[in-house]
């Protein structure tokens, strides 16, 4: 079936625009993680959506970083005031069920703040 | 603070070759160990992982190897070929809380023919 798709795939940004990243997991998987990778170093954790709970909001670095999901599909993470350490490429993630461990990353949205 | 380390941080190995990938983490909550495969433009792919309950893991050419008494794992590519030249990522993660996955700052692999 189809895996996890982000839109876009790149983004060129003014420093102190908003942007609007959107995932869509994989269909039924109830767990989707957003990661921010910068280039060269590993993943960030960002935020973690679980069914109709409350987010885990412990890796935002700041608070112009939010993210929304609708029940159990699409999300979408927004970053405000860009500024250009946001640089990065940010990736999103899906698993099926809290404790099942196994996270399928999509492709990414790069983002570049200019 | 860096929760799983990853060595190297390149990687050069002729075809044919073992290539050996060393991480290792501080948190005993930890509970599950994969390795991510990232080819460049593209997302991570799941490529193998382990739980604490059993030393070893193989799969085809990919082996995991883990020491839970000196919190540390390892990833072996046997016979490696060009087409596995990618960067490699550790990662850990645990039941409680959210389950995200603390990551190693990954390996460059450049297999050579």
């Known amino acids: 079936g189809a895996g996890v798709s982000q839109s876009p795939s790149n983004k060129v940004t003014e420093k102190g625009k908003d942007v609007e990243l959107r995932c869509d997991p994989i269909s039924g998987h109830t767990a989707l993680y957003w990661y921010r990778q910068r280039l060269g170093q590993g993943l960030e954790f960002l935020i973690y959506?679980?069914?109709?709970?409350?987010?885990?909001k412990s890796g935002l670095p700041s608070d112009r970083f939010s993210a929304e999901r609708t029940g159990e599909s699409v999300s979408t993470l927004t970053i405000q005031r860009t500024q250009q350490e946001d640089s990065a490429v940010y990736l999103c993630?899906?698993?099926?069920?809290?404790?099942?461990?196994?996270?399928?990353f999509g492709p990414g949205t790069r983002l570049t703040v200019t | 603070q860096q929760q799983v380390k990853q060595s190297p941080q390149s990687l050069i190995v002729q075809k044919g070759g073992i290539s050996i990938i060393n991480c290792a983490y501080e948190n005993t909550a930890f509970d599950y160990f994969p390795w991510y495969q990232q080819f460049p433009g593209k997302g991570p792919a799941l490529l193998i992982a382990i739980r604490p309950d059993v030393s070893e893991k193989k799969e085809g050419r990919f082996t995991i190897s883990f020491n839970k008494s000196a919190k540390q794992f390892s990833l072996h590519i046997m016979d490696s070929q060009p087409g596995d030249s990618a960067t490699y990522f550790c990662a850990a993660s645990k039941e409680a809380g959210a389950n995200n996955l603390f990551f190693g700052t990954g390996t460059r692999l450049t297999v050579i023919p």
């Open positions: 993630a899906s698993s099926a069920n809290r404790g099942s461990y196994e996270q399928y």
């Open positions: 959506f679980q069914g109709n709970s409350a987010p885990d």
